[in-house]
């Protein structure tokens, strides 16, 4: 049974677990500015005939075949459900294989992210100096300030480019595989002015479809969300949403995983374990998770 | 053979020490849910003589090499645990539970059920021997009717 028909389910022994009116409204709130963007935007059609892989232990057992080549991916979870380790993760196997990678970071130094990947034994800085990763801190008020200055100067018309901005990614390096952390910390430095947020998102994707890298952009959400981005656009854009779980059951909390939709690609449908060892993330495709959803947040 | 050893309480601890000690294959696995493997050493390295024992302590954490704590609350760890260990033995096993009412105590019957059925499952295409003790009187009647429901043999003890 999926989550939400088991949430379905227990939607009627308890009132309190039902999904509130206010929810609703809010989702369909979050939509409605949304439409524009909806209508406008083209996904690539089809099924592609390449695949990458992640390299994290169980996690390529969840897709049929692999993540299409090229496309984004949102990666959707609470506090400590692994979103920054999986990334740091797959961007780490990748440059094993000897594929570049960047991590563009809007919360952490580039120093704790080296750190956390040395703690799992991954070994940043040799791989910085192989020239195979780099990892880039960006304050996400400046991009905003910036956002904002150029919109004004177009009387607000959705003419922004991407490439006004300056790049994300230095020219000279030619990236396979892109972390974008996270989303939440974009929109946070966007709080008056959330149009412009969303066009700059929408533009951020279409960069992001234009490199042809594999990308993957953090979310942070609820520790059981029933929205997986800040203003929905998000969700839509990706081709791709995996969401993390960190739930809690009496005292202790369990990690798990879905793969929620991933165009043009079959995948599981259902949520099953993570842990996150001293080695990195490890999924277990065939292991159900047993805690009870609705319980913890 | 999957079995449920329906027990007095009072003979759960020597019902599970009988078990060890008489099951025929060489790798054991022993899940401890109602006593701690410090509390019982002597006694369980004495039935383990002659075979291969590992433990999973939900009780206690111990610092011995072949012991694995996990929290009572985490079926999930602890049925991925089960997994990891029966993969380390090169032979067919035997998993033996102490009381599976120990569970109860951190998680509710359904969930309990829902954990025993996949073990049971897993069990059986493993090809592994599963004794599942529970002491009489400790679990609901419909969790002991679906349980006895899903095993190959049901054993009651005087």
Partial sequence: ?297 | MIKLLITPSEKASSSFLNAVKNSSRKNTLCVLCSKSLLLIETKVKDACKGKTCSFIDTVSESKEQNVVYIPPANLTALSIAINQTQQSFKDKSTIIFDSISGLAVRNNPNTLIKFLLFLIKKSTDWGSDLILILPEKTMPEDFIATLSSSVDKVEKRK
């Fill in chain 1, 1 to 297: 049974m999926s989550f939400f028909n088991r949430h379905k389910s227990k939607k009627s022994k308890d009132k309190k677990k039902k999904i509130s009116k206010s929810s609703i409204k809010q989702i369909k709130k979050q939509r409605e500015p949304i439409k524009k963007i909806i209508n406008r935007t083209k996904h690539k059609e089809g099924n592609s005939s390449e695949w990458v892989k992640t390299g994290i232990p169980g996690m390529d057992e969840l897709f049929e075949k692999g993540i299409p080549k090229g496309i984004s991916t949102l990666i959707a979870g609470g506090a400590g459900s692994g979103k920054t380790i999986m990334c740091l993760q797959i961007l780490h196997n990748a440059a094993m294989k000897g594929e570049k990678g960047i991590y563009i970071s809007l919360e952490e130094s580039e120093d704790r992210l080296r750190k956390h990947m040395d703690d799992f034994g991954w070994k940043a800085e040799e791989l910085e100096k192989k020239g195979l990763i780099k990892i880039q801190r960006f304050k996400p008020f400046a991009i905003s300030r910036q956002v904002e200055a150029l919109l004004s100067k177009e009387r607000g018309e959705l003419k922004m480019n991407l490439s006004q901005l300056g790049d994300l990614i230095p020219k000279s390096f030619k990236p396979k595989w892109v972390i974008i952390d996270s989303l939440t910390a974009l929109s946070s430095a966007f709080k008056d002015d959330e149009m412009s947020y969303r066009i700059y998102v929408e533009q951020l994707f279409r960069y992001l479809e234009g490199l042809g890298a594999n990308s993957f952009l953090i979310s942070e959400t609820d520790q059981i969300p029933i929205i997986f981005s800040k203003t929905g656009v998000e969700e839509f854009l990706a081709d791709g949403v995996i969401v993390l779980y960190n739930i809690r059951n009496r005292n202790v909390r369990e990690n798990a995983i879905e793969v929620l939709k991933l165009r043009g690609a079959k995948h599981e449908k259902k949520i099953v374990a993570m842990q996150i060892t001293d080695k990195g993330i490890v999924v277990y495709p065939d292991q159900e998770v047993y805690s009870e959803f609705g319980e913890g947040k």
